[in-house]
């Protein structure tokens, strides 16, 4: 097929992109600027265009038609290019129609990985060891990986790991023949009205999938007949941070299904080795330089759990804070609590990033985000020269400086670095 992607750049359609072109279809695409992962499709030889217009997909489609048009959940119905497409009569979806296309014709068995918090970490864990085990596997992950692209199909494989996403209902679009459940802890308040809705759209996929393994304080929400209960971590699991080992503990129990059916000659002990090597995802606990951190989360349980990981590196930790969307501070507002910023040494709180807003929806400054704390080592901040200032004391001090939120805050902290080059 010929599939064309509109927001090609983005973190969940640039890997399925990448995905796509290896499993043996032709892949082109636009997005509305350059990077990372744009830069990354180039090199893998997928022609990106800037131009959204709707001109490069026309010049594209009469040059060789398209079957498919794949586009971003945050592209508006009235886009030129999907208001273009359906003129055309091109088929258009959504990533994950295409994807469960992909995983019907190859006859894959699906790994999802799904949950509030954790996602991306534990399916690059996964990833990681199966490779290191020598286990074929094809994959696709929301995030940069230090060992490889975001997204690979593998032509030997049996499995494809994926990470499966709750955001608009799309983990319901499969029916895995494994899911792992990192956490389910109330998110998205834009498409789940209530903490009831989110369980119900977890209970429906766990009822969907073959097998599921979670941890005991979600396993209510699953219907028994097919979950396997963790109650603890793995004893051997010597990572960072206990986030971290509890997502190392679904990766290996995982892993060791996956040995059962595709390599059951490997020794047990080798998806240990191979999981306390893991060496990390983009933009999750990643260091950018010396004393200075980027991570992607930004929920309460994601803030404590990073901080935690953070404390246990350095005895001082300054956090740079970016609270995501308005709509889910509402939500959240309550759980900013001395408790969440125990391991914060000191805070820097930005306004939040907006983004897939209620208009109708007061905007929630920072002072009334941080009206619970009673702490006095919150400070109002902006992504200017004076916040980097800051930030360059406390790293010449040896404070590790951690930069958190799902908006701008990792850009601008990755080109001021560049401008200090």
Not at 105 to 125: E, P, S
Request: net charge negative; glycine share 8%; charged share 20%.
């Amino acid at each position: 097929m010929r599939i064309y992607f509109s927001g090609i750049g983005g973190v969940a359609i640039g890997p399925l992109a990448e995905m796509t072109i290896g499993a043996g279809h032709e892949v082109c695409g636009s997005d509305r600027a350059a990077g990372l992962m744009t830069e990354a499709l180039k090199q893998a030889g997928i022609t990106v265009s800037f131009d959204q217009s709707g001109e490069f997909l026309r010049s594209e489609h009469q040059r060789a038609p398209f079957d498919w048009f794949v586009y971003t959940a945050a592209l508006p119905a009235d886009h030129p290019e999907l208001v273009l497409a359906r003129q055309l009569g091109i088929r258009t979806s959504k990533r994950d129609e295409l994807l469960a296309q992909i995983i019907a014709d190859k006859q894959l068995k699906l790994i999802a990985v799904t949950g509030t918090h954790g996602k991306t970490t534990t399916t690059g864990m996964l990833v990681w060891t199966l490779q290191q085990l020598g286990v074929p596997v094809s994959y696709l992950v929301g995030s940069t990986l230090s060992f490889g692209p975001s997204g690979r199909f593998d032509p030997a494989s049996q499995f494809l790991v994926y990470e499966c996403d709750e955001f608009d209902r799309n983990f319901l679009h499969f029916s895995p023949w494994l899911s792992l459940i990192t956490s389910v802890d109330y998110d998205h308040p834009d498409t789940f009205p209530t903490p009831d809705d989110y369980r119900a759209a977890f209970r429906q996929f766990g009822e969907q999938s073959t097998r599921v393994i979670a941890w005991r304080e979600n396993a209510d929400v699953f219907t028994p007949a097919n979950v396997t209960v963790l109650e603890q971590t793995d004893p051997q699991i010597t990572l960072a941070g206990e986030h971290n080992r509890r997502n190392g503990t679904l990766a290996a129990r995982a892993a060791v299904l996956v040995r059962a059916v595709a390599a059951p000659e490997i020794e047990a002990e080798a998806i240990i080795t191979a999981l306390n090597a893991f060496p990390g995802t983009g933009r999750r606990f990643e260091k950018l330089a010396d004393n200075l951190y980027t991570d992607y989360g930004h929920h309460p349980s994601e803030i404590a759990a990073t901080l935690q990981l953070a404390h246990e590196l350095n005895d001082h930790v300054v956090l740079v804070y970016q609270p995501h969307q308005n709509i889910r501070q509402h939500e959240v507002r309550e759980r900013y609590t001395d408790e969440i910023f125990m391991h914060a040494d000191e805070i820097y709180w930005l306004p939040t990033y907006l983004t897939r807003e209620d208009p109708n929806l007061p905007v929630l400054t920072p002072e009334e985000l941080t009206r619970q704390l009673t702490t006095d080592k919150v400070h109002l901040a902006q992504l200017d020269e004076a916040l980097w200032q800051v930030i360059e004391q406390q790293r010449a001090r040896g404070a590790l400086v951690l930069g958190m939120g799902a908006g701008t805050i990792d850009g601008w902290l990755r080109e001021q670095l560049g401008r200090s080059a």
